[in-house]
């Protein structure tokens, strides 16, 4: 206890604790230098119906940093948050975003794509969000159809009025929304009838054991029924096994994400799946 510790502490001067600001503060100017040097990347994972369809998206950040090589979101997002980077980032993963949805409208195959964007809590509460989710899809001329945000139960924790206000009026734009990571969070489920939501995400960490737990078993049939009555799509994340899958859509779940479709690719490694129709029942095969 820092008391304990006397008048004399020398508390601040902790080398492990100095390595740990330093390192901190690398970090961050590394990932502003990563903004503007052109280091962040989205990959894209599939999203596909009960017959393996494509159906469109998730945009998934990386940060190629040119000694560390590939940097996972959950390494830098937290601190991108925390400093505020996270406004920049976001606005360039929305413009990237629009222009790739607009790319898919030009090709018969995947016109009717949608693409998924992670937006954080920081992002969305933000006064001039909505006005920025506009400015993108007019300049790329995207189809506001397709463009779903995802959210974290973090973002309508407060606020609930206020946040389903700026939901509203992103919706009127034609933008969906979907509660990302569901079930993970503290908020009271009674947001689900005062937000207008579009669709919610299975956690993954319910999707893995979905088949052994009885407890995860019982968990994602509730999301299913409460999604039903609400009349709420759900899209389940994390399938890596057929076994899951069969599961999931043997109790009524009919879009899925994961691994046993495909990982989260560059839009050039994507070229196996953008050659398959859009209504054929073949599988994506990344
Ligand atoms: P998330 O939005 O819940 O994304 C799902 C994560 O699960 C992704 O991790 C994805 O690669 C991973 N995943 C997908 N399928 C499987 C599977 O079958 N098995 C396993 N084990 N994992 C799977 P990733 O790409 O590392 O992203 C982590 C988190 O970082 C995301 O979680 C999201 O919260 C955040 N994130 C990513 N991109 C962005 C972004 O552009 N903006 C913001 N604000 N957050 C982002
Ligand atoms: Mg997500
Ligand atoms: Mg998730
Ligand atoms: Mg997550």
Partial sequence: QAKDAGRNTTRFFNPAMQAAIESRMALETALRQALVGDELQLFYQPQVDQDGCCIGAEALLRWRHARDGLISPAEFIPLAEETGLILPIGQWVMDTACAQLKIWETQAHCRSWQLAVNISARQFHQPDFVTQVRSS????????????????????????????????????????????????????????KRLPLDQLKIDQSFVRDIATDPNDA????????????????????????????????????????????????????WTLCTSIPAHSAQRVNL
Avoid: W
């Fill in 137 to 192: 899809l007019d300049r790329s001329g995207a189809n506001p159809q397709r463009l779903k945000l995802e959210l974290t139960e973090s973002v309508v924790l407060e606020n609930a009025a206020e946040v389903a206000s700026r939901m509203q009026q992103i919706k009127a734009l034609g933008v969906g929304f979907s509660m990302d990571d569901f079930g993970t969070g503290y908020s009271s489920l009674s947001y689900l």
């Fill in 218 to 269: 019982a968990i994602v049939r509730a999301i299913l029924a409460m999604s039903q009555s609400l009349g709420i799509d759900v899209i389940a994340e994390g399938v890596e096994t057929e076994e899951q899958r069969a599961f999931l859509h043997a109790n009524g779940c009919h879009l899925f994400q994961g691994y046993l479709f495909g990982k989260p690719r560059p839009i050039n490694e």
